[in-house]
T-cell receptor, first 112, second 113 residues
Framework: DAGVTQSPTHLIKTRGQQVTLRCSPI?????VSWYQQVLGQGPQFIFQ???????GRGNFPDRFSARQFPNYSSELNVNALLLGDSALYLC???????????FGPGTRLLVL | GNSVTQMEGPVTLSEEAFLTINCTYT??????LFWYVQYPGEGLQLLLK?????DKGSNKGFEATYRKETTSFHLEKGSVQVSDSAVYFC????????????FGSGTRLSIRP
C-alpha cells in the first residue's frame, strides 16, 4: 500500500507570493494533519482535519489555511509568504483511532 | 501546556556502542509517547510508541519505557550501527488531542564505523 504522498517535493517562492501544498493520506485514513519543520527544530503542529472538518489549529497566523476534500486529500495554503516560512512542511495521516500518525516525505519550501 | 525536552546533540558514538537519548515530558493526564526518526533528506518515521505507564515500546533493537513517576521516555539501544545515524525526535500526544503531536527539538546521532 502507498504511504502518505505529498507534492511538490521542493518549491521556491519569493516574499509576498502564495503557495499551495498537497497531501494524499494512506488509503482508508480520514484524518490529515500538517506540521512545519524549520531547519534544526522539531515539527510544529499547524492544522488537523478529520472528515473534512478542522479539528485543531496550532499557533500560526491566518495566512495559513487548509482544507480537506471528499477523498480525504488535503491542501495547505500559505499567503503573503515571509522568509521565515521557509521550512519542510510535513503531512501526516491517521486512522479513526488517531493513535498513530504516519508522515509523508514532506515538501521543502524556500522563500527568497 | 504539554511539552517535551530531549537531550541536545549532536551525539557521536562508535559502532557497537550503547546508546541513550534522554527525553522528559510535561503533560496533563496520560499522554501517548513516541520516538520518531528522520533519516537525511527524508520525512519522519515512527520508531516506537507507548500508550500507558510502564509500557515498553521496542523496534529495530531500540527500546523506551514509559516512566510516569519520572515523566521520562528515554531511548536506548544496546549496539548501534552506522545505519542508525539520523535525527531522533521524542514526542507526545495528549489523550484529548491525539492528532496534535508535540515534538522535542531532536537529537542528531552520528555513528562512526
Amino acid at each position: 500500500d502507498a504511504g502518505v504522498t505529498q507534492s511538490p517535493t521542493h518549491l521556491i517562492k519569493t516574499r509576498g507570493q502564495q503557495v499551495t501544498l498537497r497531501c494524499s493520506p494512506i488509503s482508508g485514513h480520514k484524518s490529515v494533519s500538517w506540521y512545519q519543520q524549520v531547519l534544526g527544530q522539531g515539527p510544529q503542529f499547524i492544522f488537523q482535519y478529520y472528515e473534512k472538518e478542522e479539528r485543531g489549529r496550532g499557533n500560526f497566523p491566518d495566512r495559513f489555511s487548509a482544507r480537506q476534500f471528499p477523498n480525504y486529500s488535503s491542501e495547505l495554503n500559505v499567503n503573503a509568504l515571509l522568509l521565515g516560512d521557509s521550512a519542510l512542511y510535513l503531512c501526516a495521516s491517521s486512522g479513526d483511532s488517531q493513535e498513530t500518525q504516519y508522515f509523508g516525505p514532506g515538501t521543502r519550501l524556500l522563500v527568497l | 501546556g504539554n511539552s517535551v525536552t530531549q537531550m541536545e546533540g549532536p551525539v557521536t558514538l562508535s559502532e557497537e556502542a550503547f546508546l541513550t537519548i534522554n527525553c522528559t515530558y510535561t503533560a496533563t493526564g496520560y499522554p501517548s509517547l513516541f520516538w520518531y526518526v528522520q533519516y537525511p533528506g527524508e520525512g519522519l518515521q515512527l520508531l516506537l510508541k507507548a500508550t500507558k505507564a510502564d509500557d515498553k515500546g521496542s523496534n529495530k533493537g531500540f527500546e523506551a519505557t514509559y516512566r510516569k513517576e519520572t515523566t521520562s521516555f528515554h531511548l536506548e539501544k544496546g549496539s548501534v550501527q552506522v545505519s542508525d545515524s539520523a535525527v531522533y525526535f521524542c514526542a507526545l500526544a495528549g489523550y484529548s488531542s491525539a492528532s496534535k503531536i508535540i515534538f522535542g527539538s531532536g537529537t542528531r546521532l552520528s555513528i562512526r564505523p
